[in-house]
């Protein structure tokens, strides 16, 4: 192994410690001496990421991105970072040209880098739906789970999307599929409930909210919420005699 190969590696391993510093100097000297690789300008432009210095951040995966236009991991690295920073026009712009492009085939993809992109994807949705974006939240989040497509988180995720959208019965087939999988994943249990509250399905949506309110022992304030809007309801009720 050449030596800039050697800092490459002490590199990655200084990252996964959290020592991004460290891990940027090894970086630094690595294309000193000649390693001007797309995957090495990426894990320089994460190491300035986590040390939330996201202007330096973005001119590298800038440069990973010359180097390999197709280079996935680094455009979802750049959009998120973009968003960070308050650029919403130029985070679309590399969105639209990214969504449009073919991508690299899932089967082709190590499970440690479907795992980073499909997180990449998520976060990127997360930021959609702030925005109040759900179509564009809905097709990044359709991406994550393709790439990984037994996360529970990604499938709960998706239905919270599709619920916000108003499409219920679709939100509902994907949130019982998530609970499937992991019945004990809260905010599986919450979306559910919440889907069903908003179907007019009381007595099934206080079940799932009932749940969710128990797996998070209390801390879960949406579920007390919703709990306590129900039982309001029912006093209701049974003060009027229904």
Avoid: W
Wanted: with cysteine; aromatic share 8%.
């Amino acid at each position: 192994m050449s030596s800039e190969q050697n800092r490459v590696a002490n590199a990655r391993h200084l990252f996964e410690r959290g020592l991004y510093a460290e891990a940027l100097n090894e970086l630094r000297m690595a294309v000193g001496e000649g390693r001007e690789y797309p995957d090495v300008y990426n894990l320089m432009g994460l190491c300035n990421s986590m040390n939330s210095d996201y202007k330096v951040a973005v001119s590298y995966y800038q440069k990973a991105l010359e180097l390999n236009p197709a280079y996935e991991e680094a455009r979802l690295n750049l959009l998120i970072t973009l968003s960070d920073l308050g650029k919403y026009k130029e985070a679309d712009a590399e969105l639209t040209a990214m969504l449009a492009s073919t991508k690299i085939r899932s089967d082709e993809l190590s499970p440690a880098i479907k795992s980073r992109l499909a997180e990449g994807y998520r976060e990127l949705a997360a930021l959609e739906l702030e925005m109040g974006r759900i179509e564009q939240a809905e097709r990044l989040i359709n991406e994550a789970v393709e790439l990984a497509p037994s996360y529970v988180d990604l499938l709960v995720f998706r239905g919270k999307i599709l619920r916000r959208g108003g499409r219920l019965s679709e939100a509902e087939e994907v949130l019982e599929r998530a609970i499937a999988l992991n019945p004990n994943y809260q905010n599986g249990q919450l979306e559910l409930g919440l889907v069903h509250f908003q179907q007019g399905a009381y007595d099934t949506a206080k079940g799932h909210l009932q749940k969710a309110r128990d797996l998070s022992k209390g801390t879960s304030r949406e579920a007390e919420l919703y709990m306590s809007f129900l039982k309001s309801r029912t006093e209701e009720k049974r003060g009027q005699g229904v």
